[in-house]
Every structure is written in structure tokens, then in C-alpha cells.
């Protein structure tokens, strides 16, 4: 039954990864209320049940594999498919958001990264070139040594994207993050090409390549480090504040849109939105006549 259910999503591996684990949930979820049979009422309860305890994001993520799982059983006959005008989880434009840092605040954090051992210049090299590029968490555990490119007098960055097949995607390396990359190298020792670019440093797993649960914790204890400790700054806002600061330096929107790799423009456009509301003077003015 596997095998066909990973066929029927025809995804990638760690990918149905992500759809197995979220069924657990659901399995679990069954036990503990005592539910013995699956309905539309039943997955309705599960729904709210999850929107009471996490993100839309997740709920949305969870409802949405649950309804994939339930078409795939109708196809083999096991159940009918109620989920024809069954509600998912609807996210507003902002719904994924997280605070961003300005420019200052950027420099803030990196500048906190101190230390010369192997593990300090890993992570210095990381929060730079994550604040910099733009890069995701995952787009960064993914990245081997060999990934660097020289055309002309410009380095790039071979990266394998979200939800790509493969290292499809070019990012320029700015030179300052090149160094750091060649400073961690330096003291890590390691040339091989085909080894990862960042690897964990700790007794259990040390020269494996690093995991995104790693990372986010790395990038999360380097904010709350500067003095940035909020629930909505986390290692993806690294990604937003990228954006935000290129948007603000006056960069072209479609050249933002595509050193974040977005499949269209419109999604780069909620960083414009965001930017229109910070700049908006007109409740301060009012507030200024008012008192």
C-alpha cells in the first residue's frame, strides 16, 4: 500500500516524508478521541482541533495531505471521496510572514557572530550569506563545496531549490561571503568537492552534513545573541529581510523576485506591501493633530 500511495502523490521522497508523518498525526488524533470511523464530520473536527494549536501554515500542510490520502483510498474503492467541497486551511497573503531585520539590525546580528574556531566561522559564514543571498534553510544544508562557480569575475552559488529536481538554480556569491565561506573551509581542513559545504562540528555526527532543525536553532540563538528575541524572528526571516533590504536600496522588484527564486512576482510583491504599510505616515499624522 505504500508503494501506491507514494505513486499516487508522485512526489519526491522527502516529500512523502513530510505527507507519512502527517498522517501520523491524524492516526494519533483518532486514538485519542476514540474515533473509530472517518467522515467528513470527523476530518472537520480534526481541522479545527489542529487551527487551536498550530500555525495556519502546518494546519494548512496537515488538512491538505489528509485530503490526498482519503482521494487515494476512494481510487482504490476502500472509501468514497468527501472532500469534493470539504474546506482546507486558507491563508491570508501575510500568513507566512516573519519579522524582518533593516540593514542595521542586519549588521547587528552578523557582527555578534565572533569566535575563530570551526564551529564559530561555520556559522558566521552561514547567517552571512543567508543574510546576503536569501537563501533557505534547507537550500543551505543542501549546498556541497564544489557548488562554487567562476564565470568572468562573478562567483555563484549552484543551489537546489525548494521543490526542484536538482541543483537547477544560480545565486551570485557576493565576494564577502566567499571569504567567509574560505575562512571556515580554511580551518575545517576539508577540499573535497563532493563533501558538504557546512557540516556539524558535535562528537556524534561530526563531519555530517547539517540538518535545517540545526540551522534554525544556530540562526534563532544568533538573534536572540544581538538582542532580537521574538517569536516571529526566526531563520526565515534572515530570507525576508533580505528582500526587504533589497527592495528598500531601490532595487528592481523582478530581480528581487528572481535572487529569491519565486515563481512569480506577485509573491515578491508582499515585501512591497509590507514596506507600504511601515511607510505609511498617515495614522502619525493624524495622531500628531489629534494630540
Not at 30 to 46: C, P, Q
Not at 54 to 77: D, E, M, Q, V, W
Not at 121 to 146: P, S, Y
Amino acid at each position: 500500500m505504500s508503494k501506491e500511495w507514494l505513486e499516487f502523490c508522485d512526489v519526491q521522497p522527502t516529500t512523502f516524508a513530510t505527507y507519512q508523518r502527517s498522517l501520523k498525526n491524524f492516526t494519533k488524533w483518532l486514538a485519542e478521541n476514540g474515533v473509530n470511523e472517518v467522515n467528513r464530520n470527523v476530518v472537520i473536527s480534526y481541522r479545527d482541533s489542529l487551527l487551536e494549536k498550530l500555525s495556519p501554515t502546518t494546519c494548512r500542510l496537515y488538512i491538505a495531505c489528509l485530503k490526498l490520502f482519503i482521494k487515494f483510498l476512494a481510487s482504490k474503492g476502500i472509501c468514497p471521496d468527501f472532500t469534493a467541497h470539504f474546506k482546507g486551511v486558507k491563508l491570508s497573503n501575510e500568513t507566512h510572514y516573519r519579522d524582518a531585520l533593516s540593514v542595521d539590525e542586519s549588521r547587528q546580528v552578523f557582527q555578534a557572530m565572533t569566535g575563530a574556531n570551526e564551529k564559530n566561522l561555520r556559522d558566521k559564514a552561514i547567517i552571512g550569506l543567508m543574510l546576503a543571498t536569501g537563501l533557505r534553510c534547507v537550500e543551505v544544508t543542501r549546498l556541497d563545496i564544489g557548488d562554487i562557480e567562476r564565470r568572468g569575475n562573478k562567483m555563484f552559488l549552484r543551489v537546489h531549490g525548494k521543490a526542484r529536481q536538482g541543483k537547477q538554480d544560480r545565486v551570485i556569491l557576493p565576494a564577502q561571503c566567499a571569504s567567509l565561506i574560505r575562512a571556515y573551509l580554511k580551518v575545517r581542513g576539508d577540499v573535497d568537492i563532493n563533501a558538504p559545504m557546512f557540516v556539524s562540528t558535535s562528537r556524534r555526527c561530526k563531519g555530517q552534513r547539517l540538518h535545517t532543525q540545526t540551522i534554525s536553532r544556530m540562526c534563532k540563538a544568533a538573534l536572540k545573541s544581538a538582542g532580537f528575541d521574538s517569536p516571529r524572528l526566526t531563520a526565515h526571516s534572515l530570507r525576508h529581510s533580505f528582500a526587504t533590504n533589497a527592495l528598500t536600496a531601490g532595487t528592481d522588484i523582478r530581480q528581487v523576485s528572481k535572487a529569491l527564486r519565486h515563481k512569480s512576482a506577485v509573491v515578491t510583491e508582499i515585501y512591497l506591501h509590507d514596506m507600504d504599510a511601515m511607510t505609511n505616515t498617515a495614522t502619525q499624522s493624524v495622531a500628531n493633530l489629534i494630540f
